[in-house]
């Protein structure tokens, strides 16, 4: 069985080091401080699906390091409010925002997202959550939650890239896991759990090809930078990622364990 291995304080807690930017860049292309299966143009495009627009108020959950917070900012001049457990994101993100001049329209708070959000209802007109509902426990409730902050005719969208979609081994499910809790699911749930929070479901799109095609790449690029990362985060761990990034491929690649990204609305009051 596969033991725990540590990805999270890793890549945010040591966000500016030459090796993890260099990583990124390699893994994703355009480096916006991702940390999972996520392009810049495909945070853009969820973006534009949950009609974000200057002027909007945003809310991320799983904001991760805070760059893809501060990128949509920056790109579509709206405001974006960040939650994550991770306090080393959450901090990183903070002074990423102060950094790049942004911080006057994004901000991060280190929230857990499976309880009751801290902010009123209505404050949202778009929530975006990016491969983070899989950590998530109480999904019932966290939409719920989500229904009840949105304004009315606002939309969330949010990935799930543990959707069983084949056979899937104890072993594999193991190393899948190994970075971090972990909620596993069958085709269908999501949507009925959208829909029974009060959303209208406008989309359910497989996307699984991204998170192939990121975690070879993300694999390869620390390969190459092995030393560098090995002499920062040690041997193991750094060989309990590379399978996890290896096992995250191979079941992504024979669609066994897929990725599906959720696009619904908030109906607006007759």
Not at 184 to 194: D, K
């Amino acid at each position: 069985m596969s033991g725990a291995v540590d990805l999270y304080n890793n890549v945010y807690g040591d966000f500016a080091s030459r090796a993890e930017a260099t990583v990124r860049h390699e893994a994703f292309g355009e480096d916006i401080g991702q940390s999972s299966w996520l392009t810049a143009a495909d945070w853009l495009r969820f973006a534009d699906q949950v009609q974000v627009r200057e002027g909007s108020d945003v809310l991320e959950v799983g904001s991760g390091s805070g760059g893809p917070a501060i990128h949509l900012a920056r790109k579509r001049g709206c405001r974006v409010t960040g939650v994550d457990i991770n306090e080393h994101g959450v901090r990183n993100g903070e002074r990423l925002a102060a950094t790049l001049g942004v911080a006057d329209r994004v901000s991060f708070q280190a929230v857990d997202a499976a309880l009751p959000l801290p902010f009123a209802a209505a404050t949202f007109d778009a929530i975006l959550s990016n491969d983070a509902m899989c950590h998530i426990a109480n999904r019932q409730d966290v939409l719920g939650d989500w229904h009840r902050v949105l304004r009315p005719g606002g939309r969330i969208l949010f990935t799930d890239a543990m959707v069983i979609t084949g056979l899937v081994s104890q072993e594999e499910l193991a190393v899948r896991s190994s970075i971090g809790f972990y909620l596993f699911l069958p085709p269908g749930e999501n949507e009925r759990l959208i829909t029974r929070a009060g959303f209208t479901l406008l989309v359910s799109e497989d996307v699984t090809s991204e998170a192939e095609v990121v975690a070879q790449r993300w694999h390869a690029a620390r390969e190459r930078h092995r030393d560098e990362l090995i002499g920062r985060e040690g041997e193991t761990n750094f060989a309990g990622l590379q399978r996890f990034l290896e096992c995250v491929h191979r079941l992504s690649a024979e669609r066994r364990l897929s990725r599906f990204c959720y696009l619904a609305e908030k109906p607006t009051l007759s």
